[in-house]
């Protein structure tokens, strides 16, 4: 939003007061191309993104309802919201989905996935893969709030796009680049 309107004043001011605040428009014009590729250069940042945001509110809504209430952050009803925020197509209840999603955590549910994607699209070698398995499998926690924020969006991911996509984001959520 503030890229966007930083950019129409420049555009006014190049109009109106002086040809070099053109610089400032081609730049503020790369920087917003930039962040639109990377935005939608793969799928799982088409999902990642807008529910993290969404997350946030949901987040946000259990926090005040939690402290009205006198009770501690409960993850499943922020996660619940989220679902019916973004009101995502899925093919099961938002409540089965969380649950699914916690035991799928404890069972390493994408251990082939990620397999799949470090082998194939990564080249990596296969004693390495072992290593990386190992670091993911370490920080599997089920009471990992953010974690298990991004396996439920690991899940829409699965459902509008495939499995593959799925082990793609696991990979990046257990690297950090999915933050």
Sequence with gaps: MFGWLLLIVFIALSITMSLWFIIGVFILSLWKLNRWFYYSSKSWRKVHFPMMRAYAAACGRESAAAESEGRE???NTALIT?????????????ELL?????????????????TSHLINQMKVDESKVSDILKLARKSLNPDDKGLMVRMVIASIIEEQFSKEDRGEYMLQVFLGKAS
């Excluded at 925020?85 to 099961?92: A, L, Y």
């Design 73 to 75: 952050f409960n993850i």
């Design 98 to 114: 969380i649950e699914r999603e916690f035991e799928r955590c404890n069972n390493f549910y994408d251990k082939p996935l990620i």
């Design 82 to 94: 989220l679902l019916g925020m973004v009101n995502p197509k899925i093919s099961t209840d938002h």
